[in-house]
């Protein structure tokens, strides 16, 4: 028993920089469940970047426009498509096969995309990093990969805003001699500067965080109410109480 459990500790280091070798460190998302206007812009950018691939079937146009505190008649204007009525779910126009056959594997639903990809904002911080990570590479069917999902079927659906990234090498001296080392992504050529195209990436996740829990806002204030009513009530139950025992005693 004792030898086994050596053996196990003595492996684990090696199991820990196995899954680090490559994978690039995750970014934080830092969002902010409660800022409305993040998620307003996020849900502006999804509308107009991702919907077309990515559906979020648990969702009707309505229930968003109502949490996020857009006015319904502006919202059908501005954010859905032409003809889209108000109580509709949120799907994309995009059939699995097409899709399939487009990009080799479909979008799929970004629903849950931020709980699936990791618990508490790890999948925040997953979804965060995935969407700078895209990169310039020839040999890919749309020209790109991804440095957390490589050979990944999707184009870099932001590269308007972004530019598209290389993976930059700067010459150092490594061992006495001088050698190309990778530095990092550099994206040129994208209408937003790096920390416009972060801020623009972030409130896209605050909106996908928005949509993975939609009642979670609610819940959290419903909860601090519930706090209160049990506090009130047990001062009533209290007195109620002393004053049933008054007679007996
Ligand atoms: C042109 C179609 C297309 C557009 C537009 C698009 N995607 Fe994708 N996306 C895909 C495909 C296809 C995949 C699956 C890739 C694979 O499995 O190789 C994917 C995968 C993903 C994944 C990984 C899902 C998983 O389960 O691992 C995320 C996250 C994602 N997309 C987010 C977005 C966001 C956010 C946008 C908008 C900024 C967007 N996508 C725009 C086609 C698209």
């Known amino acids: 028993m004792k030898k086994l459990l050596i053996a196990?500790?003595?492996f684990l280091p090696t199991f820990a920089m196995a899954?680090?070798?490559?994978?690039?460190?995750?970014?934080?998302?830092?969002?902010?469940?409660?800022d409305k206007a993040a998620m307003q812009r996020g849900a502006q950018l999804y509308m107009n970047y991702c919907m077309g691939c990515h559906g979020l079937q648990y969702q009707r146009f309505e229930r968003t426009f109502n949490d996020l505190g857009i006015p319904l008649d502006l919202g059908l204007q501005h954010l859905v498509p032409e003809g889209t009525k108000v109580g509709e779910l949120m799907t994309s126009a995009m059939d699995t096969e097409?899709?399939?056959?487009?990009?080799?594997?479909?979008?799929?639903?970004?629903?849950?995309?931020?709980?699936?990809?990791?618990?508490g904002t790890k999948g925040q911080d997953w979804v965060f990093t995935y969407l700078k990570s895209f990169y310039a590479d020839p040999t890919r069917p749309f020209g790109v990969n991804n440095e957390v999902f490589k050979d990944v079927g999707m184009p870099h659906?932001?590269?308007e805003l972004q530019g598209l990234p290389t993976q930059a090498t700067e010459k150092q001296l490594v061992d006495g001699e001088m050698k190309d080392v990778y530095v990092g992504l550099k994206?040129?050529?994208?209408s937003m500067s790096a920390s416009?195209?972060?801020?623009?990436?972030?409130?896209?996740?605050?909106?996908?965080?928005?949509?993975?829990?939609?009642s979670r806002v609610d819940s959290e204030a419903i909860g601090k109410n519930v706090m209160i009513f049990l506090l009130v009530l047990l001062v009533l139950v209290f007195l109620l109480k002393k004053e049933f025992w008054r007679d007996i005693h």
């Not at 994206?187 to 994208?190: D, K, S």
């Open 8 to 10: 196990i500790l003595a």
């Open 19 to 34: 899954s680090s070798a490559n994978a690039p460190a995750m970014e934080h998302a830092n969002v902010d469940i409660r």
């Open 98 to 119: 097409s899709g399939a056959k487009w990009f080799g594997a479909p979008p799929p639903d970004l629903s849950l995309i931020t709980r699936l990809k990791g618990s």
């Open 157 to 159: 659906a932001l590269i």
């Open 187 to 190: 994206a040129t050529g994208g």
């Open 196 to 214: 416009e195209y972060d801020g623009a990436v972030r409130d896209l996740v605050t909106f996908l965080a928005y949509v993975a829990e939609p």
